[in-house]
């Protein structure tokens, strides 16, 4: 049985300012993780470590192969901060960079290698991916969100609980959280989606959405909740029905 979690990079990062880690805010997620990582395969955001570099080099509408290189090697050293603060934890996890076993077609997932990532989980590792940038059969390079490969990976290992974790209380309308987001309700919420501080080049919010109602229209509910709050990462995989849930219609 399989669980994907995405911690968003405006959990672990400060969006705003270049390469800041709140590694407080990693070490206790990766406690929360401890005791619950059977089946687990972990996928965190880029936050300003790959945003910044991103929209710097013009990434994914320019390409740009020092865009790539720099924007990869800063995603990458967010992602080896994470494992590095997960074994400290206690917990057994290996690196997967997606820009090695991920190819695009149009910005969307066309190939993924997840054999390997079922091993790992199968020998008691737990993986961790990342928001990364990713070859494009269609336009050469693009970049790969964690929402999109919580999706795809969700769907490939035909996961049991799907959480995405943020930092506000779920899909805010008004300033509350909705219950639940459908393809029916989506229209009449479009207005509340507004831009968040930070730079952001996948999406924010609505992108969280889109991915995840793709999830709902294959069968899978999934949660968009706040993972800045002690202990809702730990309720997330536990399957409580916290934050939003993002479902298929009825
Ligand atoms: C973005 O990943 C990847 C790059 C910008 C290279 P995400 O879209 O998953 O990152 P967050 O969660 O918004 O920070």
Known sequence: ????????????????????????????IAGEILDQTSGLVLVHGAGSFGHIPAKKYGLPGKFS??????????????NRIVVEALTEAGVDALPVHPLSCVLLKDGR??????????????????????????????????IVSGDQLV????????????????????VLCSGAPLKEVTRKTLPDIESCFTQGPGTDVTGGMRGKILELL?????????????????????????????????????
């Open 109 to 142: 997932i066309e190939k993924m290698e997840v054999d390997f990532i079922k091993e790992m989980v199968a020998g008691g590792i737990l993986p961790v991916l990342h928001g990364d940038v990713a070859m494009d059969s269609s336009r050469r390079a693009g």
């Open 214 to 250: 793709e999830l709902a229209d294959a069968g899978t509910t999934s949660l968009i909740f706040n993972a800045r709050k002690a202990g809702m990462v730990k309720k997330a995989l536990s399957g409580d029905a916290i934050g939003t849930l993002i479902r298929r219609s009825d």
């Open 1 to 28: 049985m399989f669980k994907v979690l995405k911690i968003g990079g405006s959990t672990i990062t400060d969006k705003a300012k270049a390469d800041c880690v709140r590694d407080e805010e990693i070490e206790r």
């Open 65 to 78: 192969p020092e865009g790539l290189r720099i924007t990869h090697a800063s995603v990458v050293e967010l």
């Open 151 to 170: 999706s795809y990976l969700a769907k490939a290992l035909d996961a049991q609980t799907v959480a995405l974790g943020t930092d506000v209380d779920g």
